[in-house]
């Protein structure tokens, strides 16, 4: 093994940290370069599509590493803006996490940044732009981060399906660049009229009769909510933001997928041969098939019953008994009836707001990377975060750095993510052990809101 004189001391600089991973230390530093390219991604009959892609395309290359791996990209900006790369729902260390203006500075165009870090979880992960992010995202700056479980998992294969939309002129084909519209950011956000999986609106994939798949969903759009559903497939989920469910739970009816969420299914094909099973996705009245699984051959097995769950990550259990609670008031945008928020340090009318391009405001004030922390945590302390949305419109809240509890209305621990969905006027309670030093975001990622108020921080010492 070839280490290099800079490799090593950044891996005795970092210490402890990489210790146990001294094997994964061999890995090459990759290069991606996010840049400017035209793309078919509309249908053959219109023009090529000019999108910003890691490696020039949308999405980017998957990156794949298996768990307590280190993941080491050179991320080149190649695009005549300046850009960071985050490395959504990985329990990273701080420096790596990718947030221009709060971990580090944005990348100068022609500069490179190299990121560096062991992935310690096993699960579906995305990695996207983190400067302007309501832009870059919608530019096309997103890709897969895949971490693997040691072991192989009882399916025939996987696929990883990154869903995403796109507001697209249909005239040019180009993507329509009203980024800042002020209806986005005081509405739903920015809502695409072109809906992709892995960047083409009919994905099909050809499987066998009773084929045992394993499908890991992405939503790297903007603002969309999916709402989704299996025909032709009997399905479970078997985990939530790269986070497996302890049981298996079976997939009856629609569920949502928010802006920023992934679930793992493990489906198996029922459908007959010469037929499809689908992903489908429901909008409005009517169903349309968002992936389509072909069925052209016989597979040898039957059915095979409900599948075993995938091995646990390691994760510090809350204390909710010595929790410190935390509340947090989001509110403002069309129809919410908000007067005025602090901005900037002084009280400021919705007008005013406005025009600054603000919109909502968190606990009173517009939010953003420049305030002081929403809170100030010790390390290794239970919080519980109470999360008002007194808005007229869903919010989907994302943490960095730390997964987080649900908790159930009864008290109980939930779903264990890192993004979750709060719809108009919910309130719900979420729960994390703070075991992550450093800064880390806490926002709204339908990310016109984010551009707008919807962003807070906290600093775990
Ligand atoms: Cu997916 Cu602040 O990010
Ligand atoms: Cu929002």
Not at 321 to 339: K, Q, S, V, Y
Not at 437 to 443: Q, S
Request: aromatic share 6%; glycine share 10%; charged share 20%.
């Amino acid at each position: 093994m070839n280490i290099s004189k800079r490799d090593f001391l950044r891996m005795s600089a970092a210490g402890l940290a990489y210790m146990p991973n001294a094997l994964s230390a061999q890995t090459d530093l990759l290069s991606v370069t996010a840049r400017v390219a035209d793309v078919q991604l509309l249908p053959d009959d219109y023009g090529k599509t000019q999108i910003w892609g890691f490696d020039g395309i949308a999405p980017g290359p998957e990156i794949r590493v298996t768990q307590g791996a280190r993941v080491k990209r050179r991320i080149i900006n190649d695009l005549p803006d300046p850009t960071s790369t985050h490395w959504h729902g990985i329990r990273i260390e701080n420096a790596m996490d990718g947030v221009a203006g709060l971990t580090q500075d944005p990348v100068r165009p022609g500069q490179s940044f190299d990121y560096d870090f062991v992935a310690p979880d096993a699960g579906t992960y995305w990695y996207h732009a983190h400067n302007r992010s309501f832009e870059q995202v919608a530019r096309g700056l997103q890709g897969a981060l895949i971490v693997e479980e040691p072991e192989p998992i009882d399916v025939d294969r996987e696929e990883v399906l990154i869903l995403d939309d796109w507001r697209i002129d249909p005239e040019t084909a180009q993507i329509a660049d009203t980024f800042g519209a002020m209806h986005d950011l005081s509405h739903a956000g920015r809502i695409g009229n072109y809906i992709t999986t892995n960047g083409t609106y009919n994905l099909a994939r050809k499987v066998k009769r009773h084929e045992r798949l394993r499908l890991r969903l992405i939503n790297a759009s903007n603002a969309r909510i999916f709402q989704l559903g299996l025909d032709g497939l009997e399905g479970w989920v078997v985990a939530m933001d790269g986070m497996p469910l302890a049981t298996p739970r079976p997939v009856e009816g629609p569920f949502l997928l928010s802006s920023a969420q992934r679930v793992d299914l493990i489906v198996d094909v029922t459908a007959e041969m010469g037929s499809a099973g689908h992903l489908v996705q429901l909008g409005g009245d009517e169903t349309f098939s968002q992936v389509a699984f072909e069925v052209t051959s016989d597979g040898a097995r039957a059915p095979r019953g409900t599948p075993r769950p995938l091995p646990p990550n390691a994760h510090a259990m809350p204390d909710l008994a010595n929790a410190r609670d935390i509340t947090l008031l989001m509110e403002g945008g069309a129809m919410g009836g908000m007067r005025g928020a602090m901005m900037g340090g002084r009280m400021s009318s919705m007008r005013d707001m406005m025009q600054a391009g603000n919109f909502w405001a968190f606990n009173g004030a517009v939010g953003g990377m420049d305030g002081p922390p929403l809170a100030e945590l010790s390390l290794g302390e239970t919080v519980r975060l109470k999360i008002t949305n007194d808005t007229s419109f869903p919010h989907a809240m994302h943490l960095h750095g730390m997964h987080f509890y649900e908790i159930e209305r009864d008290g109980s621990l939930g779903a264990f993510r890192d993004t979750t969905l709060l719809d108009r006027g919910e309130v719900r309670a979420i729960a994390f052990v703070a075991d992550n030093p450093g800064k880390w975001l806490l926002h709204c990622h339908m990310l016109s809101h984010a551009a707008s108020g919807m962003m807070a921080w906290v600093k775990v010492a």
